[in-house]
Nanobody, 117 residues
Framework: QVQLVESGGVLVQPGGSLRLSCTAS????????MAWYRQAPGKERELVAV????????VYGDAAKGRFTISRDNTKHTVYLQMNSLKPEDTAGYYC??????????WGQGTQVTVSS
């Protein structure tokens, strides 16, 4: 069992920056990859970025490319999402997902990002 807690979501102005954090606890020995997803009201949940256990393999969703950066600190069991040049359409709940080597998924509760002037 792995527990995930996201933090860092706040209201930010368009063009601003924000860094989200997701910290894992519990049985973390089998951590394989972590990802950020987001979901706006009335929309399907979409992939933002994925980072594998070594940190050397990263995949970004289309909306994140060129603006967002995913990283991880394995000593702190934390994955980050640095978001720059934020747009109103980035407004969503952002969710952290851990997938272990058995392909079991664990989700955090989400953190709200609102981009508005």
């Amino acid at each position: 069992q792995v527990q995930l807690v996201e933090s860092g979501g706040v209201l930010v102005q368009p063009g601003g920056s924000l860094r989200l954090s997701c910290t894992a606890s519990g049985n973390i020995a089998s951590i394989y990859r972590m990802a950020w997803y987001r979901q706006a009201p009335g929309k399907e949940r979409e992939l933002v970025a994925v980072i594998f256990s070594s940190g050397s393999t990263i995949v970004y969703g289309d909306a994140a490319k060129g603006r967002f950066t995913i990283s991880r600190d394995n000593t702190k069991h934390t994955v980050y999402l640095q978001m720059n040049s934020l747009k109103p359409e980035d407004t969503a709940g952002y969710y952290c997902k851990h997938t272990n080597k058995l392909q079991l998924d664990y989700w955090g509760q989400g953190t709200q990002v609102t981009v508005s002037s």
